[in-house]
């Protein structure tokens, strides 16, 4: 074979690799989240009256809104878009173009009436998922965790109980947020809880707390304490401190911790109280909810363990389960065996997204041997029953 051949040859398979590569590239679906938030959108408006840079400023929009909607489609899964389709299109359509980052116009033109054009455009995931956030969107994804609220709180004398201002102001921001508390007789039961018990009351609010069913508990202490009068006034300087925490039930994880600090001057001290718990409960809410989404972000989009518990498995099925588990169930990165003992296999998962993703695709989970039966999970842990498939003998493996 001559060398001019070879080359020849050499050439032609380069452009049919080349060329497989393409077409593979173009049927491949890209997403919004594969490409960091950067989609390619073409928007449409019709021309009324003549006015065409109404309608190129109308077809900017249009293609904004695309862009978003893209975005959000990859950001939530798909039953959520649709059953909040209208509170998205309030709260994050309608305002799109507040969360385009950078564009670039690719084509635009005038068809007869209608004008189109054509962008790239790269869209803030920042300030996406603090819109989502704030339509309550990122809390639904996580399974809306139940949360309870105690704080204890002081204003000028020695005793602390529940049901402050503080408390009050949390239990109304989260709930205004999208988040789900626990019923109020429940907290009634918690409160009481929290009070008995005085200062050393977090374990005691945790424990109370989730036997109420919470996930999650905000506990935490505010004390407001008066100064002298200012010299040459009636006016009295109050200081408050308050202390705020939010700790997962099942795993003890801290969510969240802030503390803050306001002084505030009246000639009532118990009024300069008041003000001063009033600021302290905007801040502690604000921060509280900050923290609280962040962590919840991180673990959609990051690697956490999950606990998983299988009782009556066969020892024989224990390494080809693992295997099965690894290869089925997307979510599942890795996994550690924790040993084998009284016919229950303990396992330690690596899994990305919701819990209640991961729950969901467990309990479609089936593998040639069995399948697996949940009877109970929470935060962080899920117990299972192995269900294996009859042999032709009638036993089950």
């Known amino acids: 074979m001559t060398e001019r051949v070879v080359r020849f040859r050499s050439a032609v398979l380069s452009v049919l690799l080349f060329n497989i590569i393409f077409i593979f590239l173009l049927a491949s679906p890209v997403t919004a989240e594969q490409v960091g938030g950067a989609v390619e959108v073409e928007g449409y408006a019709s021309i009324v009256g003549g006015r065409k840079d109404q309608a190129r400023e109308a077809a900017m929009h249009n293609a904004f809104r695309l862009a978003v909607e893209q975005v959000v489609g990859v950001a939530v899964e798909s039953k959520t878009v649709v059953r909040d389709s209208e509170l998205l299109n309030d709260r994050i359509y309608a305002k799109s173009r507040g969360f385009i980052k950078t564009y670039r116009i690719?084509?635009?033109?005038?068809?007869?009436?209608?004008?189109?054009?054509?962008?790239?455009?790269?869209?803030s995931r920042y300030k996406l998922e603090q819109g989502l956030d704030d339509a309550g969107l990122l809390i639904r994804k996580m399974g809306k965790p139940r949360?309870?609220?105690?704080?204890?709180?002081?204003?000028?004398?020695?005793?602390?109980?529940?049901g402050g201002l503080i408390e009050n102001h949390l239990v109304s921001t989260l709930g205004k947020r999208g988040y789900?508390?626990?019923d109020r007789q429940v907290m009634l039961a918690v409160d009481k809880e929290a009070a008995r018990s005085g200062g050393d009351h977090a374990d005691a609010v945790v424990r109370a707390a989730a036997a109420g069913g919470a996930e999650v508990v905000i506990t935490g202490q505010a004390v407001a304490r008066p100064a002298p009068a200012l010299s040459g006034t009636n006016l009295r300087p109050v200081q408050v401190s308050a202390t705020c925490r939010a700790i997962e039930v099942d795993t003890g994880e801290l969510l969240a911790t802030v503390a803050s600090s306001q002084k505030e001057l009246n000639v009532n001290p118990a009024a300069a109280g008041t003000e001063a718990l009033q600021k302290a409960a905007v801040e502690i809410a604000e921060s509280l909810n900050r923290q609280i989404i962040a962590a919840w972000t991180k673990r959609l989009t990051g690697i956490r363990t999950l606990k998983l518990t299988v009782h009556g498995i066969p020892q024989k099925l224990g390494l080809q389960f693992q295997e099965d588990l690894k290869e089925r169930i997307g979510r599942v990165e890795n996994l550690h065996d924790r040993g084998y003992r009284d016919h229950k296999l303990r396992l330690d998962l690596d899994v990305t997204g919701s819990f209640k993703e991961v729950i969901d695709e467990l309990t479609a989970f089936a593998s040639d041997d069995g399948k697996i039966r949940i009877t109970g999970y929470s935060t962080g842990q899920v117990q299972a029953v192995w269900q294996g498939r009859p042999t032709k003998g009638g036993r089950r493996k």
Request: hydrophobic residues 45%; without cysteine; charged residues 25%.
């Open 180 to 182: 789900s508390l626990v």
């Open 147 to 162: 949360i309870a609220v105690v704080v204890l709180e002081s204003n000028g004398d020695s005793h602390s109980r529940p």
């Open 106 to 123: 690719l084509d635009e033109k005038v068809e007869s009436d209608a004008y189109r054009i054509k962008l790239f455009v790269s869209v």
